[in-house]
T-cell receptor, first 111, second 116 residues
């Protein structure tokens, strides 16, 4: 069945470090891919998305490229800030009924 | 634009008691979702409505969970009787329509349930 696998956390970085959070998926068909972020005490919100192969989603300095050949959608940011501390969820939807989420990766950024 | 509203934000109940959560989606959103998020895990879909019809409730424990969306707007999720393993955050979410895989889902802040 369809699934999403993302790297386990927590990930702890110093401010201005480079961030990568890995995400791979299995799907029948060609899903849309998403990164959602959950800040402390808040609900999930969309960070970025890509709807077809080779698309790059970007927002707030974060980027992720839809790689069909490796079934991946890794999240990157060149220079993290303390305010980026949150839980990041990778997700997919193939246009059916379900958006499937990964388990989440908690990021801590130290000043 | 007002977001997805949920209440109550926090609830503590004893096992075998009942609890109900309420959700008001973003105005005009046809699709409404209830997710369960256990600590350390990603959200798991419990039930999805399109207008006031159920389109997916395959992971809803129907012996104890029920949900309704009367008039295709707000929704209530009920648990009766609650078990310890029901302790989780219950997330309500909405989106403009189903079928389009690129649709963004908009989440409420969640209702935190602790069963003791």
């Amino acid at each position: 069945g369809n699934s999403v696998t993302q790297m386990e956390g927590p990930v702890t970085l110093s401010e201005e470090a480079f961030l990568t959070i890995n995400c791979t998926y299995t799907a029948t068909g060609y899903p849309s891919l998403f990164w959602y972020v959950q800040y402390p005490g808040e609900g999930l919100q969309l960070l970025l998305k890509a709807t077809k192969a080779d698309d790059k989603g970007s927002n707030k300095g974060f980027e992720a490229t839809y790689r069909k050949e490796t079934t991946s959608f890794h999240l990157e940011k060149g220079s993290v800030q303390v305010s980026d501390s949150a839980v990041y969820f990778c997700a997919q939807n193939t246009g059916g009924f379900k958006t499937i989420f990964g388990a989440g990766t908690r990021l801590f950024v130290k000043a | 634009e007002a977001g997805v509203a949920q209440s109550p934000r926090y609830k503590i109940i004893e096992k075998r008691q009942s609890v109900a959560f309420w959700c008001n989606p973003i105005s005009g959103h046809a699709t409404l979702y209830w997710y369960q998020q256990i600590l350390g895990q990603g959200p798991k879909l419990l039930i999805q409505f399109q207008n006031n019809g159920v389109v997916d409730d395959s992971q809803l424990p129907k012996d104890r969970f029920s949900a309704e969306r009367l008039k295709g707007v707000d929704s209530t999720l009920k648990i009766q009787p609650a078990k310890l393993e029901d302790s989780a955050v219950y997330l309500c979410a909405s989106s403009p329509a189903q079928g389009a895989s690129g649709n963004t889902i908009y989440f409420g802040e969640g209702s935190w349930l602790t069963v003791v």
